[in-house]
Nanobody
Framework: QVQLVESGGGLVQVGESLRLSCASS???????MGWFRQAPGKEREFVAA????????YYKDSVKGRFTISRDNAKNTIYLQMDSLKPEDTAVYYC????????????????????WGQGTQVTVSS
């Protein structure tokens, strides 16, 4: 049984930073993973993805240069370092585990992910 548990969300001011963590249990060390977010009244959108080795990453254009995705397979954990936060980054952030193992591809489509965490709220106040 795969479980993903996010942590690290909170309320910050514009320009500040947060680091989200997502711990996986059950499996997942050899799968790509990603972060998505959903703002009130909007659809869930892709934020960032990392391949199972961590060698490849991919970002939504609006977060490039501000967000960094990484993983520590020894700890079965991925991270999302978010710097220079903006009010438009306010959302519930979800981590997800890709359905494909041993692939160095990265996936932006939510359909490529088989498991999801419960989400963590990030609020950026101006």
């Amino acid at each position: 049984q795969v479980q993903l548990v996010e942590s690290g969300g909170g309320l910050v001011q514009v320009g500040e930073s947060l680091r989200l963590s997502c711990a996986s249990s059950g499996t997942g060390r050899m799968n790509g993973m990603g972060w998505f977010r959903q703002a009130p009244g909007k659809e869930r959108e892709f934020v960032a993805a990392v391949s199972w080795t961590g060698a490849n990453t991919y970002y939504k254009d609006s977060v490039k240069g501000r967000f960094t995705i990484s993983r520590d397979n020894a700890k079965n954990t991925i991270y999302l370092q978010m710097d220079s936060l903006k009010p438009e980054d306010t959302a519930v952030y979800y981590c997800a585990l890709a359905e494909t193992s041993y692939s160095n591809n990265v996936f932006a489509s939510s359909q490529r992910y088989a498991y999801w965490g419960q989400g963590t709220q990030v609020t950026v106040s101006s």
